[in-house]
């Protein structure tokens, strides 16, 4: 039976670049993927790289605020290698509250002087006219990135497969096989797989597969993409919705929490909700047309935080939980869980995400 040197479960951008990064390390590297590779929560992704974002916890942000300064390259790598552009965009964000409270390292300033600024700061966002009726709320600016998720998971997977990695998708990991209390493979509803390195990457799946249960759960967002609107050059953030824009045109518009269990379906009330909120912010969408609305699954846990590092298994290591910002954390998380699996000293302490925090 052939066999590999480590097996990645989970086909999304972090398991995909995780493949990569080993296979670099001259590892054969295998990835099983339960569906089709990118198509779960990378695929639902809005791609804010917010690594300094009031909703990270603080013990996450040294990571996140790394990973952020690590995109550029991160994405030019995968770019260069698979020949597919990513839609990396470095207009920053617009930040819109009641009482401009923000906790982000932002520039603060008056909503009525978003137009009077240009050029000196952010110059003018075309889709927001002055005097729209927000000039009580406050806004800030935040010098952060977003990207495509859907080109990046793209990027991702060729690379890979150029790469020489194998890819098993449409395959569902039941447990992971054991022998001589260490890891020897996978068991999936089809075959079975060799490694004496297995890492578990299935995000919101990743605590279904034994023997070593994890506590995590799929938090569901739903969310939809407009076009025909007025062009947005920058990200914008209220505390109801956020909308993101494409380089294509399309403008996503999210998200919503829900502890809905495995349930991806959408509801019309639910997404016209947040399609009435972002037409709030900005009144030219009141004209744009829906052009997709969709659903997808967050890894949660029960502390926000991600499960990174080796499990009491030898050989054996978990990448997840990653909550509402895995696209963000792929780099960072790749690096540290590379440096883990070739055991060497990793460049940020690991204590608050171990494993064994929740045994």
């Known amino acids: 039976m052939k066999s590999w040197d480590a097996i990645i479960l989970g086909g999304g951008i972090i398991g995909l670049s995780l493949a990569i990064s080993l296979r670099k390390q001259g590892l054969r590297v295998l990835v099983v993927e339960r569906g089709e590779p990118g198509r779960e929560a990378s695929h639902a992704a809005a791609g804010m790289l917010a690594g300094s974002g009031s909703e990270i916890p603080a013990a996450l942000k040294p990571l996140s605020e790394e990973s952020a300064r690590m995109y550029p390259e991160f994405v030019h790598e995968l770019e260069d290698e698979s020949g597919i552009k990513v839609d990396l965009r470095e207009?920053?964000?617009?930040?819109?509250?009641?009482?401009?409270?923000?906790?982000?390292?932002?520039e603060r300033f008056a909503w009525d002087q978003l137009h009077t600024l240009e050029p000196t700061l952010i110059g003018s966002e075309p889709g927001i006219p002055p005097k729209c009726g927000l000039e009580s709320r406050q806004a800030a600016f935040l010098t952060e990135c977003s990207v495509d998720p859907r080109a990046l998971v793209s990027a991702a997977l060729k690379a890979a497969k150029h790469r020489?990695?194998?890819?098993?998708?449409?395959?569902?990991?039941?447990?992971?096989?054991?022998?001589?209390?260490?890891?020897?493979?996978?068991?999936?509803?089809?075959?079975?797989?060799?490694?004496?390195?297995?890492?578990?990457?299935?995000?919101?799946?990743?605590?279904?597969?034994?023997?070593?249960?994890?506590?995590?759960?799929?938090?569901?967002?739903?969310?939809?993409?407009?076009?025909?609107?007025?062009?947005?050059?920058?990200?914008?953030?209220?505390?109801?919705?956020?909308?993101?824009?494409?380089?294509?045109?399309?403008?996503?518009?999210?998200?919503?929490?829900?502890?809905?269990?495995?349930?991806?379906?959408?509801?019309?009330?639910?997404?016209?909700?947040?399609?009435?909120?972002?037409?709030?912010?900005?009144?030219?969408?009141?004209?744009s047309k829906q052009h997709e609305a969709w659903a997808g699954l967050r890894p949660g846990t029960p502390d926000e935080l991600p499960i990174l590092g080796e499990t009491s298994l030898k050989g054996y290591f978990v990448a997840t939980g990653h909550y509402r910002d895995g696209i963000l954390l792929a780099p960072i998380t790749v690096q540290v869980m590379t440096d883990l699996i070739l055991i060497k000293a990793p460049h940020h302490n690991l204590g608050s995400f171990a494993p064994a925090r929740f045994s």
């Not at 001589?180 to 990457?201: F, H, L, M, P, W």
């Open 91 to 106: 207009h920053g964000t617009i930040l819109i509250s009641e009482d401009g409270r923000f906790a982000e390292k932002a």
């Open 164 to 287: 020489g990695v194998d890819i098993a998708s449409g395959t569902e990991v039941r447990k992971i096989s054991v022998e001589a209390d260490r890891v020897s493979g996978v068991e999936t509803d089809k075959t079975s797989y060799a490694a004496a390195i297995v890492v578990n990457c299935a995000g919101a799946w990743a605590g279904c597969i034994g023997p070593v249960r994890f506590p995590v759960k799929p938090i569901k967002g739903q969310m939809l993409a407009v076009v025909g609107g007025p062009g947005l050059k920058h990200v914008i953030r209220s505390e109801k919705v956020y909308l993101v824009p494409r380089s294509d045109g399309r403008i996503v518009i999210g998200s919503t929490l829900e502890d809905a269990g495995y349930n991806k379906q959408t509801d019309i009330g639910t997404i016209q909700r947040l399609f009435q909120a972002a037409v709030e912010l900005v009144p030219g969408l009141a004209g």
